[in-house]
């Protein structure tokens, strides 16, 4: 298993500002992702955060807008840029830790609970 | 499309009571189904993992059933509680996806006492 945290656990943020949101996992880990999850709404994958080279974004989500940054097999930040009330979301850190028999089991971290005024 | 359909969206019980949540999928072929138990604020919590070979799978009060014929999927719990009050989310794992997930919408379980 994995344990996993997040910071912050929840902020309200003025339009237009930017937040960094740091997941940090308790063992090295090969995979790890960025979700967003609207009110409401099941998770979306926004991207997986590669060790060492530049995330790899789904449709629909931009560096520019989304920039992830993964120092080490720990640690990952996932800013989100130029906020919108539209922006207002659960942002969750995931992980798949390996060695679990096959299932890539997903762990996921508490969520940063943004809100955008 | 990859789609993941849950049912009830909602469910209202009352504690001791029994219920079973459904999920529909047209993913194929898929490596394995998930179901996760997600507590209000909370990230989602694994409560069980079943390949397309397997037909149930339990975990406590918790016991997922699948169906790759028909291709769906049910998650009971038994002898319900306080705290099993929470959105539960089927996931299925496309074969090949590599650690890529297709979510359904989730069903949110309120327990009454």
Request: proline fraction near 5%; include cysteine; charge should be neutral.
């Amino acid at each position: 298993s994995a344990v996993i945290s997040q910071k912050p656990s929840r902020d309200i943020c003025q339009r237009g500002t930017s937040l960094t949101i740091q997941c940090q996992v308790d063992s090295q880990v090969t995979m790890m992702f960025w979700y967003r999850q609207q009110p409401g709404q099941s998770l979306t994958l926004i991207a997986t955060a590669n060790q060492g080279s530049e995330a790899t974004y789904e449709s629909g989500f931009v560096i520019d807008k989304f920039p992830i940054s993964r120092p080490n097999l720990t640690f990952s930040t996932l800013t989100v840029s130029n906020m919108s009330p539209e922006d207002s979301s659960i942002y969750l850190c995931s992980v798949v830790p390996g060695g679990q028999g096959g299932y890539n089991e997903q762990f996921f971290g508490p969520g940063t609970r943004l809100t955008v005024l | 499309k990859n789609q993941v359909e849950q049912s009830p969206q909602s469910l209202i019980i009352l504690e001791g009571k029994n219920c079973t949540l459904q999920c529909n999928y047209t993913v194929s072929p898929f490596s394995n189904l998930r179901w996760y138990k997600q507590d209000t604020g909370r990230g989602p919590v694994s409560l069980t993992i079943m390949t397309f070979s397997e037909n149930t799978k339990s975990n406590g009060r918790y016991t997922a059933t699948l169906d790759a014929d028909t291709k769906q999927s049910s998650l009971h719990i038994t002898a319900s509680q306080l705290s099993d009050s929470a959105s539960y989310i089927c996931v299925v794992s496309p074969y090949n996806a590599g650690n890529m997930l297709t979510f359904g919408g989730g069903t949110r379980l309120m327990v009454k006492p």
